[in-house]
């Protein structure tokens, strides 16, 4: 079955898929997330996956080696993330960037401020504040370059603003 066949407008496509396909769309979705079954395991933790993450990577890497069969739930949530994840791409041509002298970036996004700091190794700290509270998110791990730092921010300022508004609802 083609990418276009299981993106396209007929709803049983999945449904038609083998194990074998199923695995293989698994891990183009994978692919596209860009992120490794650890970190991926940590942000379903995150949001409420009561399995520890450790279980949660070997569940992820069984599935994409075609150890056992791709649960319908998760190939659910990838396609969720995914399709976040082309939503927050589209969005990262709209943030001005500002590189400051001291070769911080920063941007105001979604009523964050974000700013990224300069490591060893080309490594990027991404630091959050949501502006009207002064909340700030949990520490980012440090991405390698800074498109790629640009991008795990966009991530965070998401993942920041759930946060933001659990809060503000109780919920967390």
Known sequence: ???EQIEGNDDDSLFSLTPEERTEHFKKLLAE???PPTKLAQRLN???DFRSPAAITRSIQRMAAGDTAVAGEMLVILKLLVHQQRLRDRQQS???WKKQS???WSATIDGFQVTLHPKTKDRWHIHLVFTETGYSPAWQP???GIDAAKR???LCVADGLLEVLDLEAKRL
Request: aromatic letters at 4%; glycine letters at 10%.
């Open 1 to 3: 079955m083609t990418d």
């Open 33 to 35: 997330l860009d992120e």
């Open 46 to 48: 995150g949001l409420g």
């Open 94 to 96: 709209n943030v001005e």
């Open 102 to 104: 001291n070769k911080v």
């Open 142 to 144: 440090w991405p390698t």
């Open 152 to 154: 795990k921010a966009l």
